[in-house]
């Protein structure tokens, strides 16, 4: 499902002296349908360059990014437009909204711009946040007034509002308490039991033994920078 | 139409623009803009003051004559129009949202009759449809239906935004043009407008091309970007990958200025 | 001595000539507002000078001439302007408007039927209908041009949305043949059906605002309306007192301090008419009495 050949990446910084950055050369890696690949590695490392580069976030440089068939690292805008609503899913650890729109419509969002009718996606949402123990009364608040660990739990399920054949994850279980852990976790064995490709970033190593089928070291996509 | 044709047809840009250039005397207003709008696409044209980018918006919804350049809209070429019918599709096809609702809007005549102003434009003739077509869409945009007879000068700020959008859309048109839709609004309002842009473009499958300075309200709102400086198109593509990993030295500059809140 | 110190009808013949040809371009393109040099009359602006212009154009010496106000022609404005042509032009005056060859108005279109031959001038305020809502003359032009006259509709829903019908009770706009949408001038609505199809040649004179239009004889002109509110032509619901005549514009006059009126023609000619033929309204006497209290 997620192809990723010999990818480079550099920042150049034209306003400080055109310094180029190279973070990343010759990664390489694959996951199929129904498999979580974690990615490790130390602290800047590249690990969530590579996973912004896979969601067409960060150009890449050179060479191949195929996720569903398609080229990220040479598609169209369009197509990445249309790759991310229908295919490819991203549960950041960031929640970027509109404000005053109620959670239970962030939620539902997703599925709305697949043309999912209004009723069906309010409740596939409301499902996921009663899950993710989201009180009630809160729904039809905007999450940009909730605590750190309430919105993280919004971010997942706007996440997995729709099933996505492909997800990247990053730290979807930081700040989370052992119940809402571990329905996240339940999340994701489920995605996988359907047959999603799950690329993802877990501190936490408990998670990433129960959910990884393997791992992959980053450090070794770091550019060897002549010293 | 067949199905196939129907394919074919959905399968092609609504607006494709090439070439684009205007100038005022020596002066560059706009040059060289070529890009391509898709059907439900949402494009921002960002840049300061003078960067061309109200000049390209002019050009493109046919308030300014381009020198150099072709727009095709759903493949008709639109330079080549005559006045009637592209004023014709200003009133149905296309909309046209200023920054300034008093310039959208006429402020004599009510609620109801501005924004029954483009169905009477186009053929209505039935003083009860019309009206009722004027409630429902003032419903959409949250506005009471028992302000139906009150002139806009009676509205806030943010209802007359609300209102000159109604206005615009209730002839189902295929492409808005924005001008800072959000500029002079609190930032309670301009929230709420945006949310109603978002839901609208994705309930009726707008495309929109919308001209701002506010990177916050592109992030939100397009789908893709275009960051215009001296007139040209200096980089363009997703809008988050233009923000968080700008390849030009002005977009750079352009982000990195941004106050952090 | 008067009638040698002006030119035949006051105006010079190169004004003439200029006014001639903007009337004939209006009569070729029926509705279509043709601008003119207006000149300075020896009257204000709003007295007529739009229409004086065009009957001083249009006069030979064999016209007869009817000038009406309200469709009255015992009024200060309808007796000047009369009195004027008498002694510029020298041309023979009448009341009836069967009788009349050229007809100068304000505000009225007489009750008997115009005839073939009959021209019709009328005196015009505002010709441009659609000033109303758009205030910039070349916006207004370009609307014309273009056929886009939603606006005028717009109006027509303001209308309704304010007063639960449409009240514009004068100067209510038509539309000629389908194409250009027209002043009538402030007619009453009332009016507005004799506009369509009549068989005289119907002149428009706009002094102030430098415009003639036309509506040729046998023009179509339908009043503007919505489905669900068609047009109505109205008029007060009486009989003239005077007269009796049930299907003629009524003007209404006070007769005292108690509530007392009574409803009269506003065609003074068409009432006089009827009396003098034997027809007999609730006030008629011979020697009309004030009503009483």
């Known amino acids: ?227 | 139409m067949t199905l196939m044709e129907t394919m074919v047809a959905t399968d092609r840009p609504l607006l494709k623009v090439e070439g684009l250039t205007k100038g005022y005397g020596p002066r560059i207003g706009c040059a060289g803009v070529t890009f391509d709008l898709w059907p439900g696409e949402v494009l921002g044209i960002v840049g300061e003051s003078g960067s061309g980018k109200s000049t390209l918006l002019s050009c493109l919804a046919g308030h300014l004559r381009p020198d150099l350049g072709s727009i095709h809209y759903d493949g008709r070429d639109v330079l080549a129009m005559g006045e009637t019918e592209r004023r014709c599709l200003g009133r149905t096809d296309w909309a046209y949202v200023h920054q300034n609702p008093r310039d959208g809007l006429r402020m004599g005549v009510s609620a109801g009759g501005n924004v029954g102003e483009r169905l009477m434009a186009i053929g209505a003739r039935h003083y009860g449809e019309i009206r009722g077509k004027a409630v429902a869409w003032m419903d959409r945009v949250e506005i009471a239906a028992d302000r139906v007879d009150d002139r806009p000068s009676a509205f806030s700020g943010g209802m007359q935004q609300r209102l000159q959008i109604a206005r615009n859309l209730v002839t189902s048109p295929r492409l808005v043009f924005m001008d800072e839709p959000t500029g002079g609004l609190d930032v309670s309002v301009q929230a709420r407008l945006l949310d109603l842009m978002r839901g609208l473009v994705r309930d009726l499958g707008l495309s929109v091309v919308i001209v701002t300075h506010d990177l916050a309200v592109v992030r939100l709102l397009a789908h893709r970007l275009m960051v215009m400086k001296s007139g040209h198109v200096v980089e363009q593509g997703l809008t988050d990958q233009v923000l968080d990993d700008p390849q030009h030295s002005y977009t750079q500059l352009l982000v990195s200025s941004v106050l952090q809140v | 001595m008067t009638d040698q110190a002006y030119n035949f009808a006051y105006l010079d013949e190169q004004t003439k000539r200029m006014i001639r040809r903007a009337i004939l371009k209006g009569i070729a393109v029926p509705g279509y507002q043709v601008p003119f040099a207006s000149r300075e009359m020896p009257m204000p602006y709003g007295w007529g000078t739009g229409g004086v212009q065009v009957t001083a154009a249009c006069l030979v010496p064999e016209d007869r001439l009817k000038v009406i106000d309200q469709g009255a022609d015992d009024t200060t404005n309808a007796v000047s302007i009369r009195k004027f042509f008498q002694r510029t032009a020298g041309v023979e005056v009448t009341e009836a408007t069967a009788a009349a060859t050229l007809i100068q108005t304000r505000h009225r279109i007489p009750e008997t039927p115009l005839t073939r031959g009959q021209i019709l001038v009328y005196q015009v305020p505002i010709p441009e209908p659609l000033r109303f809502l758009e205030p910039r003359e070349t916006e207004t032009r370009k609307m014309h041009e273009l056929e886009e006259y939603g606006l005028m509709h717009v109006k027509l829903y303001e209308d309704i949305a304010r007063h639960g019908q449409i009240a514009t009770s004068y100067d209510y706009p038509v539309k000629v043949e389908g194409r250009y949408v027209m002043a009538p001038s402030p007619i009453p609505k009332f009016d507005n059906p004799k506009l369509s199809g009549n068989p005289a040649i119907q002149l428009f004179g706009a002094g102030r605002e430098q415009r003639i239009y036309a509506l040729p004889p046998y023009t179509s002109a339908v009043s503007l309306d919505f489905d669900d509110h068609p047009f109505q032509a109205s008029k007060a619901p009486h009989h003239c007192d005077l007269c009796g005549a049930k299907n003629s514009y009524l003007d209404e006059v006070i007769t005292d301090d108690h509530g007392g009126r009574m409803f009269v023609c506003s065609d003074t000619d068409y009432c006089a008419g009827r009396r003098a033929a034997g027809q007999k309204g609730r006030l008629w006497s011979p020697e009309p009495q004030e009503a009483a209290p």
């Open chain 1, 1 to 227: 499902m997620i192809h990723i050949d010999n990818l480079s990446k550099s920042f150049t910084l034209h306003n400080q002296g055109s310094t180029v950055i190279p973070v990343m050369a010759g990664a390489a890696l694959e996951v199929a349908g129904g498999e979580c690949v974690g990615l490790t590695g130390r602290s800047g490392a590249g690990k969530s360059t590579l996973m912004r580069m896979v969601y067409g976030n960060y150009l890449a440089a050179g060479g191949r990014l195929l996720v569903g068939g398609l080229d990220v690292a040479r598609a169209q805008p369009r197509e990445i437009i249309r790759l991310r609503r229908d295919t490819l899913g991203y549960v950041s650890q960031f929640l970027r909204v509109v404000p005053r729109v109620p959670t239970l419509d962030v939620v539902a969002e997703p599925l709305l711009a697949l043309g999912t009718p209004v009723e069906q996606a309010r409740q596939r949402a409301a499902d996921l946040l009663a899950r993710l123990n989201i009180p009630e009364r809160l729904w039809s608040l905007s999450p940009t007034t909730f605590s750190g660990g309430e919105q993280q739990r919004v971010n997942i399920a706007r996440g997995f509002a729709h099933a996505y054949p492909a997800l990247l994850l990053d730290e979807p279980t930081a700040s989370l308490d052992a119940a809402n852990r571990e329905v996240v976790l339940g999340l994701i064995e489920e995605a996988k039991a359907r047959g999603a490709a799950i690329l993802g970033i877990f501190h936490d190593e408990g998670a990433r033994a129960r959910v990884c089928d393997r791992l992959v070291d980053v450090t070794g996509f770091t550019p060897q920078v002549a010293a």
